[in-house]
């Protein structure tokens, strides 16, 4: 090897880490926390809208034809189709999951929006292009204005989505980082019940010569896209992206202002090695599919993935018209629609509390194990109660069902809701961080997509077998988090990757037999690989120029010292190797 040794010791350079809870910091992190209420007020203006009689008889005659059919036999004997099928409109499907496709394709460019012009540049272009969209929505004279107003509502939720836990993970203190990460998904679930009870008081407005209640619904959607706007125009960026952009010396002056403190040479340090060991990396993509990645790949792909097939938007997207389809009034079904929202902000206020003091896989498994149980208890019921001939299901099967889907939003918002962005935005190092958090934005977007366009098909297919068919895919998820992946409460995000080299699993994957011997030892120089190798496994020897001339933690986990770098860094070269796995 080009010359390095490494020195070891219980006691990584985070330990050196000062920092103090401050009020900039938590303001800083409120506003660009309000990029959830983008995504959260349109899942739940979506939801209700689209079960309002007045808009589905403007733009989706035909499930106005046979919603007011389903409405009015219902009081009258038997009725002629399944009420299941209520809803199968493929066209109605397509107008919810629009935005998703949009979202997806934004998300891929929001990977180099935040890395050449930062991630408060990003957010601010999110809340601008979310204010075309809600105008454009707004204001909808048919079909195609709606769904290109959809369109400019993806751009900014892709923007935001991708962009927002990235600053947050990137501004907040280690040991502060769930609890204030999570206040993007505490926004998200603020703007759902705004959302819901906005459509609970607009319902009725559709007398004629009035405004149309749906479109001051969707059109209050430019309030917290204002909201981020402007209040991004006020934030600092990230002192990692600031530094990584090659403004060095500003980036300082806003970590010792986050941290409050002018103590922060080791996360200075920590920060400028890792953005100069990702400058050495030209492939990013390659970087991120090489084995070195595959742990911190596989969650930036499979979470958004297990968040959406959890079944949760099942909820969000259609609880209104589920309730209409099990018999419900269009009062009563927004009415249960809020109250689900409800639930949501108060549980996610449970994560706040426990994800810095439990950790992220406890929470995960327990709410994972919540959701099975009520979604094997929905179907039963529904199986058991709901008469397809009638449309009637009695009312104590009908509360439970109600009280079930409060439970099983309650387990989610306190887990995969929140953990689904906390987690992705966090393992990885700078290197793939933007990019890794792109695709799983992206991940979420698809697989949402998916559930939009199609679940109100499965739920004509498969009817009461659509809770079975999410309540597998929780168990797989479930048996993931256990296994799979690593615990990472308390783990500075620029010492991540040495969490991978410890777990059971993935240090078979990402490490060689001979990498995982001089790991275990402490030592690289037994790899034959530089730094610079080791830390984006690039093909073929880099030379020690290519290595930034500073210590370094590589993916390994270890701090290696090139041969010329200056002596006063060998102190410094330790690894913690306490971290829970």
């Known amino acids: 090897m080009g010359g390095g040794l490494v020195v070891t010791a219980t006691g990584g350079r985070s330990t050196d880490y000062n920092s103090k809870p401050t009020v900039y910091v938590f303001v800083l992190c409120l506003v660009a926390s309000s990029a959830g209420a983008l995504f959260g007020y349109d899942l739940g203006i979506t939801g209700g809208v689209t079960s309002m009689p007045n808009f589905l008889e403007k733009f989706f005659p035909s499930t106005y034809a046979k919603n007011q059919e389903h409405q009015a036999l219902i009081?009258?004997?038997?009725?002629?189709?399944?009420?299941?099928?209520?809803?199968?409109?493929?066209?109605?499907?397509?107008f919810t999951s629009t935005l998703f496709l949009s979202g997806l394709v934004f998300a891929i460019i929001a990977n180099w929006s935040t890395k050449w012009y930062g991630r408060r540049f990003t957010m601010i272009t999110a809340g601008a292009a979310f204010i075309v969209g809600a105008f454009l929505m707004a204001f909808a004279q048919n079909l195609p204005m709606l769904v290109v107003g959809r369109a400019f509502l993806g751009w900014g939720v892709g923007f935001a989505n991708q962009s927002a836990p990235l600053y947050l993970s990137e501004m907040a203190p280690a040991?502060?980082?769930?609890?204030?990460?999570?206040?993007?998904?505490?926004?998200?679930?603020?703007?759902?019940?705004?959302?819901?009870?906005?459509?609970?008081?607009?319902?009725?407005?559709?007398?004629?010569?009035?405004?149309?209640?749906?479109?001051?619904?969707?059109?209050l959607a430019i309030v917290p896209a204002l909201v981020l706007f402007f209040g991004g125009l006020l934030l600092p960026d990230t002192p990692n992206g600031l530094i990584s952009r090659g403004k060095v010396q500003e980036g300082r002056r806003v970590l010792e202002r986050v941290r409050g403190t002018k103590s922060v040479d080791a996360e200075f340090t920590d920060i400028c090695e890792a953005v100069e060991v990702s400058k050495a990396i030209s492939g990013k993509w390659r970087a991120l599919f090489s084995k070195k990645y595959r742990g911190v790949l596989a969650v930036s792909v499979l979470i958004p993935f297990f968040q959406q097939f959890s079944g949760i938007n099942t909820i969000m997207f259609y609880a209104a018209e589920l309730f209409q389809v099990l018999g419900s009034g269009q009062n009563s079904s927004l009415l249960n629609t809020v109250i689900i929202g409800a639930v949501n902000v108060a549980s996610t206020v449970v994560a706040i509390v426990m994800v810095d003091r439990f950790g992220r896989k406890l929470l995960f498994v327990e709410g994972g194990i919540q959701m099975l149980v009520c979604f094997i208890a929905v179907a039963a019921i529904m199986g058991a109660s709901f008469n397809t001939q009638t449309g009637h299901i009695a009312n104590g099967p009908a509360a439970a069902i109600i009280v079930f889907e409060c439970l099983f939003t309650a387990g989610f918002a306190w887990s995969w809701g929140p953990l689904g962005w906390l987690v992705p935005s966090e393992v990885h190092s700078i290197e793939t961080r933007s990019l890794g958090m792109s695709i799983a934005t992206c991940s979420n977007f698809l697989f949402s997509f998916i559930i939009g366009q199609w679940y109100l098909t499965m739920l004509c297919s498969m009817e009461y077998g659509t809770y079975i068919f999410f309540a597998f895919w929780v168990v797989m998820m479930t048996l993931y988090v256990i296994f799979f992946l690593p615990e990472t409460k308390g783990v500075p995000v620029e010492e991540m990757g040495f969490i991978w080299r410890r777990h059971w699993f993935w240090k078979n994957v990402i490490m060689t037999p001979a990498e995982r011997a001089a790991f275990e030892k402490g030592d690289v120089t037994a790899t034959g690989m530089t730094a610079a190798e080791i830390e984006g496994d690039l093909p073929g020897k880099a030379s020690d120029a290519a290595v930034p001339q500073v210590a370094r933690l590589s993916m390994a986990g270890e701090y290696v010292k090139p041969a010329n770098a200056p002596e006063a860094l060998g102190a410094v070269n330790t690894i913690n190797t306490d971290y829970k796995v």
């Not at 505490?186 to 008081?201: D, E, H, K, R, S």
Request: hydrophobic share 40%; proline share 3%; charged share 10%.
């Open 75 to 94: 009081d009258g004997g038997e009725i002629a189709n399944n009420p299941y099928c209520t809803y199968n409109d493929m066209k109605l499907q397509a």
């Open 175 to 219: 040991q502060l980082r769930g609890a204030l990460n999570i206040g993007f998904q505490m926004a998200t679930t603020l703007g759902i019940l705004v959302a819901g009870l906005i459509n609970y008081g607009t319902q009725h407005m559709d007398k004629p010569g009035q405004l149309a209640g749906w479109r001051l619904s969707v059109g």
